[in-house]
């Protein structure tokens, strides 16, 4: 479609009127494909050309009409409208979905640049909540789909490694500690004594001076508070590995903010020589003007802040990576920080600090509070993928209880589906979680989507061998076509996923694909057509699993090929 759209704009183009790179950023898609693939709205001209834009569109229709590339010019008030022509866009799309497979979709946009994206950061010695699973699903669909188009990713998890927490828990452990504890249940095991710390201190307020003394120690690399701050380190990265195992989540690096404890000194030492410190009541401030507050580097006592560590992560990250684009797929409450983060760096002289990106996200909420166990008031996302894998069993052993591996597809349901309920919503709207919803196979769910795949696999092992064969002149019912546009559309999906930073994008296009042909299936019968129609048909459903299964692939969640 990304072709067509090009070779539209260079017809419209010939006319005379406008030219060819600005009349492919006008085309769209009409909002109901019965009016064709594309359509040119003639507003622009209108002021142009001071002429009403329907009389445009209807002179821009007589003049396009006739193209070989055209089955149909239309105009429909100030549009024109164009419909391609069906026997070749069936020999084209289905040439290029079967010939390039798992590469379709796939462009060089990128061309090897560097994209540094910063996702997930849950913190360390405490439980992977359900809160950290917006940054991490959207952070890994989008390190996917930029990859897709060309362009070399650096995932990077931001650990919260580093703070008085630490001292805390260094001070909780020495009084209530067990190494053995520590072992079989690590993460667990430091939050029950992170809780007790604080629950404690209420009542004996000294253990918060404690603390602080024991986070020293750790700065200033006390062999006994670094050894058990390492050891909690590892423990905890141990746990999140497993986690992000299962959500099929890779990072290139795992630089925390202990990682930069280095590099501080000398991001100050930079803004210390630009004038751009100022002491605001004992603590070091960078003045951002009227628009926004100052950004804090250093408090009263000379502690630096996340913002100190963030300023350095980042200058730190383009020497490193000299990256195109750095995003940071954090929740929408840390806008402000960004801003100034931003801000600070622009002041510093950097011209690559518009090259970093903030990619908000809103809250995820649950329906019902009692549907996991609550630990020191957090849900765990653990938690939550084991109640969807074990929902989503309990579904195929009423629906196929002879079907084999069960454990295994159980497995891809389950965390398919917690995973698409939160990407395929806008990630700026908050997440209203509904276990009904999110495992309704006949809803907007992955489960209705991992379905129609399965369904497709279904068909195509009963029917083989098979003449594979593009036939285009054979495809005339409405349903045909629509999947025929549609499939022509995934490409469009991915690139803009990729222009938003939105996975949802590309989430409801496979909603839309998945819906069609299931109209499909269920008005074109497949295996009992007649040889040449049978044969088209099979070509058209083998078409959609692939793109079904790339663009699922995309977002991190499996296609099974039985349910």
Sequence with gaps: MEQYRKTIAGAIAETGVIDPAEAELLLEFPPDASMGDFAFPCFTLARRLKQPPHSIAETLAAKLDGVHLFSKVTSVGPYVNFTISRPLLAQEVLSSVLGEEVEYGHSD????KVVVIDFSSPNIAKPFSVGHLRSTVIGGALGRIYKSQGYEVVGINHLGDWGTQFGKLIAAFKRWGSREQLRAQPVSHLLEIYVKFHREAEKEPALEEEGRLWFKRLEEGNEDARL?????RDLSLEEFRRIYSLLSVEFEHFHGESFYNDKLNEAIKVLENKGLIKESQGA?????GEEMPPCMLKKQDGATLYATREIAAAIYRYGQYQFEKMLYV???DQSLHFKQV???LELMGFEWAEKCEHVPFGLIRFEDGKMSTRQGKVVLLEEVLNKAIDLSLDIIKQKNPGLEQKEKVARQIGIGAVIFADLANDRIKDVEFEWEKVLDFSGDTAPYIQYAHARICS?????QPWEKTVPGEIYSSPEEERLLVSLSRFPAAVSRSLELNKPSVLARYLLDLARDFNHFYH???VLQAEAGLR???LLLAMAVRVVLARGLRLLGIAAPEEM
Excluded: H, M, S
Aim: proline share 3%; glycine share 10%; hydrophobic share 50%.
């Design 109 to 112: 946009t990128g061309n090897g």
């Design 228 to 232: 058990l701050w390492e050891q909690f």
């Design 284 to 288: 070091l401030v960078v003045d951002l």
């Design 330 to 332: 954090v929740g929408a």
């Design 342 to 344: 931003f801000a600070v």
């Design 459 to 463: 068909i195509l092992r009963k029917e």
């Design 523 to 525: 008005n074109c019968p």
């Design 535 to 537: 044969n088209a048909r």
